[in-house]
Structure formats: structure tokens, C-alpha cells
């Protein structure tokens, strides 16, 4: 969701940017897939010079920043640099059946009971990022150092939970 990309990047790069003294955030969007999912976003950063030592401390904030992998650092046009590849976190969609469940589960069963059941699962493992509601699903995304573990963490709830019958695991960073 846009939002959750302003509280987790684009609101403490900010502040890490000007604490540094070296540019601000110009911005961001979100790509979004046909059925209404996130394919992918970013968040424009200027510097205010295109000094090695100001380069330096642009990849010191973004080491400090938890990024899933296949991250992205694109340069300017004018700069001709190839984009580096950023980020450790890997990443788990747990999409959940939104529609052919029976309706007495959809009465009764809560969401926000099986977030913090997951998160309590997980422990330090992983952490959820954001979510997305769709016509058919929603898909709650979850980011740590492995979907394996993650997904192991999980499991054994999902599969006692009816909200979450039918519900898909994949992994997408």
C-alpha cells in the first residue's frame, strides 16, 4: 500500500537523508499489477551533489534500512551508471481466500486475530510489511532473512485457522 511505503521508507529516509545533510526524498509511487496488486514501487531520492563522499553516505543510510531483495538503486539518465542491486530480506505473500470459503468462517473468523497469531509465529524471523485487499484475496506480505523460515513459522497456524483454508504461501523477494 502507498502508505505503508511512506512509513517504512520514504518518512525515515527523509529524516536519514537530512540528518545527513545530503538530500531529501522526492517522492515516490506504486506500480500496480492488473488485478490491482503491488507489482513493485520506488522512491526518488535527490542528492544534493554527486560527490563520492556524499555517494558514500547515501549507502551507509540505505545499508541501515531493512530492503527485500532484488532492491534497486536506479542513477539519473545524465549519470550513466548501471542500477546497483540492494536489499537481504526475503519475502512471503500469504494470500487468503476471500470468497469460497464458507460464510459462517468469513462471520466468524478475524483478520487482525490471524496477523498477530502469524506475527506471534514468526517471533524475530519476520515481520509483515503491508497488506492488499482485492475482490477475490487479500494479501498480507511479510518480510525477514528467510521465507523458508518464515513459511515454517506459519504453517502449523494456517493450517489449524479456517480464515485461512485455501490460502496460497509465495514467496516474492
Known amino acids: ?29 506504486t506500480l500496480m499489477e492488473e488485478d490491482g496488486s503491488v507489482a513493485c ?3 526518488n531520492i535527490v542528492l544534493n551533489d554527486d ?3 556524499t555517494f558514500g553516505k547515501l549507502m551507509a543510510i540505505l545499508d541501515e534500512f531493512l530492503l ?3 532492491s534497486m538503486l536506479h542513477f539519473s539518465e545524465e549519470e550513466g551508471k548501471e542500477p546497483l542491486v540492494l536489499g537481504t530480506l526475503e519475502g512471503l505473500a500469504l494470500h487468503l481466500n476471500g470468497t ?4 459462517k468462517v468469513y462471520k466468524e473468523c478475524d483478520i487482525n486475530h490471524a496477523i498477530n497469531q502469524i ?14 485487499r482485492g475482490a477475490k484475496h487479500t494479501v498480507i ?3 525477514g532473512d528467510s521465507f523458508e523460515e518464515m513459511k515454517k513459522r506459519m504453517t502449523p497456524f494456517l493450517e489449524e485457522y479456517p480464515l485461512c483454508q485455501k490460502c496460497v504461501v509465495e514467496q516474492v523477494a
Not at 469460497?100 to 460464510?103: C, M, R
Not at 506475527?119 to 492488499?132: I, K, N, P, R
Request: glycine share 16%; proline share 7%.
Open 41 to 43: 514501487c520506488d522512491v
Open 100 to 103: 469460497s470459503l464458507p460464510a
Open 51 to 53: 560527490s563520492e563522499e
Open 1 to 29: 500500500m502507498p502508505m505503508h511505503r511512506g512509513d517504512i521508507y520514504e518518512d525515515p529516509l527523509q529524516e536519514a537523508l537530512e540528518q545527513a545533510g545530503i538530500g531529501e526524498v522526492d517522492g515516490g509511487g
Open 119 to 132: 506475527l506471534e509465529a514468526l517471533g524475530d524471523s519476520g515481520d509483515m510489511y503491508s497488506h492488499w
Open 68 to 70: 527485500p531483495k532484488g
Open 141 to 143: 506480505y511479510f518480510y
